[in-house]
């Protein structure tokens, strides 16, 4: 089985792909997770990023997105919301229009900031935007990091007990979830 985890961050020692990396511990051996963290290659999404000759980074990420029994999103908290990295690659992936990769897919929110909230209103607006792209989102656990500087060691190892925790939890319920089959 593989899992995707995918970080809005375009941050060299970005806090929400630490955050993606900190979540392998908790898989199990016999489930592969690879951490995608280079969104910005992407090229802004147009009506031209939808005919049959799209960039190749493009073409292996929806490859990867299909091929996914489940996908975990880390973004930022930018103004309020999710990172426009993440916005584009949303965008791309849910096109062409009736082909998202993301229909049916099993998704997990994550996220680290180091303000007070988290990223309680970035993940809040990106389930509007999955719920468009035909995604089944994760109600539980919420996972949002909160003063997230102080949470993380130096070499990005997440520290925080209770964030571990949750972590733990999110990779169970995502393993044991009746939507992660394979497609």
């Known amino acids: 089985m593989y899992v995707l985890g995918i970080s809005g961050s375009a941050r060299d020692g970005s806090l929400n792909t630490a955050l993606l990396r900190s979540l392998s511990e908790f898989?199990?051996?016999?489930?592969?997770?690879?951490?995608v963290d280079n969104l910005s290659v992407l090229p802004l999404y147009d009506q031209v990023?939808?005919?049959e000759n799209v960039p190749a980074?493009?073409?292996?990420?929806?490859y990867k997105v299909g091929r996914a029994d489940a996908v975990i999103l880390a973004s930022p908290e930018h103004n309020y919301s999710f990172s426009a990295s993440m916005k584009n690659a949303l965008d791309l992936l849910s096109r062409p229009r009736?082909?998202?990769?993301?229909?049916?897919?099993?998704?997990?929110?994550v996220g680290a900031a180091p303000g007070l909230y988290g990223t309680v209103r970035a993940q809040a607006q990106l389930r509007q935007v999955l719920h468009a792209t035909g995604a089944k989102v994760l109600d539980r656990p919420e996972i949002y990091v909160n003063q997230a500087d102080s949470k993380f060691g130096c070499d990005g190892t997440?520290?925080?007990r209770s964030a571990r925790e949750l972590c733990a939890q999110l990779v169970e319920t995502v393993c044991n979830s009746d939507v992660f089959v394979r497609w």
């Open 27 to 35: 898989f199990p051996k016999d489930i592969e997770f690879e951490v």
């Open 49 to 51: 990023s939808e005919d």
């Open 158 to 160: 997440l520290l925080d």
């Open 57 to 62: 980074y493009l073409a292996e990420l929806r």
């Open 98 to 109: 009736g082909q998202s990769v993301l229909a049916g897919r099993l998704v997990a929110l």
